[in-house]
Every structure is written in structure tokens, then in C-alpha cells.
């Protein structure tokens, strides 16, 4: 019985790598959940509903699967799991989650110089994201302050009292 649905979990996987090459990833999605209800710890299909979730510019949903797959990967693997999983959180724009990630990734692994451009991306969004909203408080305060004259004019004006 457990060699059958290994068996059913290898042809299924197949099916859904070929459909996901040839960029069909709706009927490669497909595939590889059917391969996980055959063998529901193969995080390598975990892996691939991850990938396809992440093409189909749905990056939570990858996030989620990347996450399955890592808590079950084998270490050679992680790497480039968590260098995927980088990248969704990249893309949901969560830069400092994802530099997180991105620092787990050793140094001397394959990936690393993908990976440091990632984090020096993630490093400026921050940066860009803290510049804008120290800007946005400035222009709140501005206003708040410009009310407040406009404010003062309005209620001490009929008595005389000029600024």
C-alpha cells in the first residue's frame, strides 16, 4: 500500500513538473496537490505547489507552502527554500521579514550572491519605507500646525487680536 501511493506520489509529481515547464501552472497546481493527498510529507511537492502559487503572482500562498516544505526539507535543500520564501515575502512587501529569511542562507551556499543582492534590496525598501513615512508624519504635523493658525485667526479674529 505505501509503495502504491510512493508510486501514485513519483508519477503524479512527474505530471506536474512536465505541466509546469511548458508554463501550464494551473494544471501543474493541480498535480502536485494530488501527489501530496499520495504522500502528504513529500516536501518537495510542497516545494513545487509553492513555485507555482509564486508564478501565478500569488506570493502569501507560496509563502505558506515554501513554509510546509522548510519544516520538513532536508538541509541541502533549505537554501533555496528559504531563498524562495525570501521572495514571496519580498513581493507581499514584508522587506524585513524577508531579510530575516534571506540571512539565514549560509554564505558559502550556491545562492549566496543572489542572496545579498536580495538583502540589499530589502535594506533600501526599508530605508525608502522609514524616508517616506518620516515625510508623511512631517506633512501630517505641517498640516495639523497650518490648521491650527488658520484655526486661531478664526476664533480670536473678532476680538481684535492679530498674528
Request: aromatic share 12%; glycine share 4%.
Amino acid at each position: 500500500m505505501k509503495n502504491e501511493a510512493l508510486s501514485k506520489n513519483i508519477e503524479l509529481y512527474s505530471l506536474g513538473d512536465k505541466a509546469f515547464k511548458k508554463g501550464r501552472l494551473s494544471e501543474a497546481r493541480k498535480y502536485f496537490k494530488l501527489s501530496l493527498e499520495a504522500c502528504p510529507d513529500d516536501y518537495d511537492a510542497m516545494w513545487a505547489l509553492g513555485s507555482c502559487y509564486y508564478e501565478l503572482g500569488k506570493p502569501k500562498k507560496a509563502e505558506e507552502w515554501y513554509r510546509r516544505a522548510i519544516a520538513l526539507a532536508d538541509e541541502e535543500d533549505l537554501p533555496a527554500l528559504r531563498f524562495n520564501l525570501g521572495n514571496s515575502l519580498l513581493d507581499q512587501e514584508k522587506y524585513q521579514l524577508a531579510q530575516d529569511v534571506y540571512l539565514e542562507i549560509p554564505r558559502t551556499s550556491d545562492i549566496w550572491q543572489a542572496t545579498a543582492r536580495n538583502i540589499e534590496l530589502t535594506i533600501e525598501r526599508l530605508e525608502s519605507e522609514k524616508s517616506e513615512r518620516v515625510n508623511q508624519s512631517y506633512r501630517q504635523r505641517k498640516y495639523t500646525l497650518g490648521r491650527g493658525k488658520r484655526v486661531f485667526r478664526e476664533n480670536y479674529a473678532h476680538r481684535g487680536i492679530k498674528r
